[in-house]
């Protein structure tokens, strides 16, 4: 079994930067894929910007050029920088975690604000 703690949720506004970071707690033999999902009110959960063990990253479309994706695999951790934050990118961010299973984070509220 894996914990996923998030932290760096919170209120900015419009233009604004925050970073989110994860921490995965639990043994396992390997991670492959870590990163981070987000879902809006209404909205079906949309991945964010995910990174592979081997340093490989995807992000979405709507993010791209303004969030970057950080990794430390001897750590177990993972950080989204969000810089030039819209109101389309509040949200509930939720850390994710791929090794034998999927593992998900409780989610943190971000909210931009004009």
């Known amino acids: 079994q894996v914990q996923l703690v998030e932290s760096g949720g919170g209120l900015v506004q419009a233009g604004g930067s925050l970073r989110l970071s994860c921490a995965a707690s639990?043994?396992?033999?390997?991670?492959?894929?870590m990163g981070w999902y987000r879902q809006a009110p209404g909205k079906q959960r949309e991945l964010v910007a995910i990174?592979?063990?081997?340093?490989?990253?995807k992000y979405a479309d709507s993010v791209k050029g303004r969030f970057t994706i950080y990794r430390d695999n001897a750590k177990n951790t993972v950080s989204l920088q969000m810089n030039s934050l819209k109101l389309e990118d509040t949200a509930v961010y939720y850390c994710?975690?791929?090794?034998?299973?999927?593992?998900w984070g409780q989610g943190t509220q971000i909210t931009v604000s004009s």
């Open positions: 994710y975690l791929w090794g034998n299973r999927n593992y």
């Open positions: 639990g043994s396992m033999f390997s991670i492959n894929t």
């Open positions: 990174s592979s063990s081997g340093g490989g990253t």
